[in-house]
């Protein structure tokens, strides 16, 4: 490996640590649970695969790499799904948003229960 390549890794390990960084200062001071789950997996995706990238480079066998290539592709997959699932999940168990929140989306999408039924009218699966 050489000096270049090593300088290269460590400036990829500390961007980061720089992302995670954020993920967790995110997670901390944000004021909502839907705020935090984006930070977290927005900003610690993209810390994770930084990190694996500068393992991909100091790596020298080539299964290594491709494991580290592949876990990107799995971060950058499974991550914006996964928040976004999880959000959803906190909106239909009744998690409020915060005051300062500018538009509910989802709003919109609750069905209207019809008078007289009792509350038996079925949610749709969203």
């Given at each position: 490996m050489t000096a270049m390549g090593n300088l290269l890794a460590a400036l990829f390990v500390i961007l980061g640590a720089l992302f995670a960084l954020v993920a967790s200062v995110g997670i901390l001071r944000l004021p909502d649970f839907y705020t935090r789950v984006h930070a977290a997996?927005?900003?610690?995706?993209?810390?994770?695969?930084l990190a694996l990238v500068a393992l991909a480079i100091v790596s020298v066998q080539t299964a290594e790499v491709l494991r580290a290539?592949?876990?990107?592709?799995?971060?950058?997959?499974?991550a914006p799904i996964a928040a976004h699932l999880?959000?959803?999940?906190?909106?239909s168990a009744g998690y409020r948003m915060w005051?300062?929140?500018?538009?509910?989306?989802?709003?919109?999408?609750?069905p209207a229960t019809e008078e007289g039924d009792g509350g038996a009218s079925q949610r749709p699966i969203l």
């Amino acid at each position: 490996m050489t000096a270049m390549g090593n300088l290269l890794a460590a400036l990829f390990v500390i961007l980061g640590a720089l992302f995670a960084l954020v993920a967790s200062v995110g997670i901390l001071r944000l004021p909502d649970f839907y705020t935090r789950v984006h930070a977290a997996s927005k900003a610690g995706t993209v810390g994770s695969a930084l990190a694996l990238v500068a393992l991909a480079i100091v790596s020298v066998q080539t299964a290594e790499v491709l494991r580290a290539i592949a876990a990107i592709v799995f971060f950058f997959l499974t991550a914006p799904i996964a928040a976004h699932l999880l959000g959803k999940a906190a909106y239909s168990a009744g998690y409020r948003m915060w005051s300062g929140s500018v538009l509910d989306e989802m709003q919109a999408r609750k069905p209207a229960t019809e008078e007289g039924d009792g509350g038996a009218s079925q949610r749709p699966i969203l």
